[in-house]
């Protein structure tokens, strides 16, 4: 079974970078699409970034072009690489591993989150105005 444990983010200024990290131990599936969440208080959780099994990404319109996603394979960690964040960026982030899944689907149809195998355990970033 899969086991997720996030490290990075804290606090930054709008237009400043963090970057959050999530360490995967356990079994992983061979087809399985690595996700950032984020949910901020009074809203629902959402997906920010995804890294599928072929090395694919996709992002979300509200932070394309200024989050980054990757995955060391050697190290078996998932990297966020947040630049230019803005105070709407404010949320906790959460990394996901789904199994037996294509990326495209599950950032297309939140029903797939059911898929979801592991989370991270959550990580405040907090950027101010």
């Known amino acids: 079974q899969a086991r997720l444990m996030q490290s990075g983010g804290g606090s930054a200024q709008a237009g400043g970078s963090l970057k959050l990290s999530c360490s995967v131990s356990g079994y992983i599936a061979p087809s399985v699409c690595l996700a950032w969440y984020r949910q901020a208080p009074g809203k629902e959780r959402e997906g920010v970034a995804y890294f599928d099994a072929d090395s694919s990404t996709i992002y979300s319109e509200a932070v394309r072009g200024r989050f980054t996603i990757s995955f060391d394979a050697a190290a078996a960690v998932v990297h966020l690489q947040m630049n230019d964040l803005k105070p709407e960026d404010t949320a906790v982030y959460y990394c996901?591993?789904?199994?037996?899944?294509?990326?495209?689907?599950?950032?297309?149809?939140?029903?797939?989150?059911?898929?979801?195998?592991?989370w991270g355990q959550g990580t405040q970033v907090s950027v101010s105005s």
């Open positions: 996901a591993a789904a199994r037996y899944i294509r990326c495209t689907l599950l950032h297309a149809d939140r029903r797939a989150e059911v898929s979801i195998a592991a």
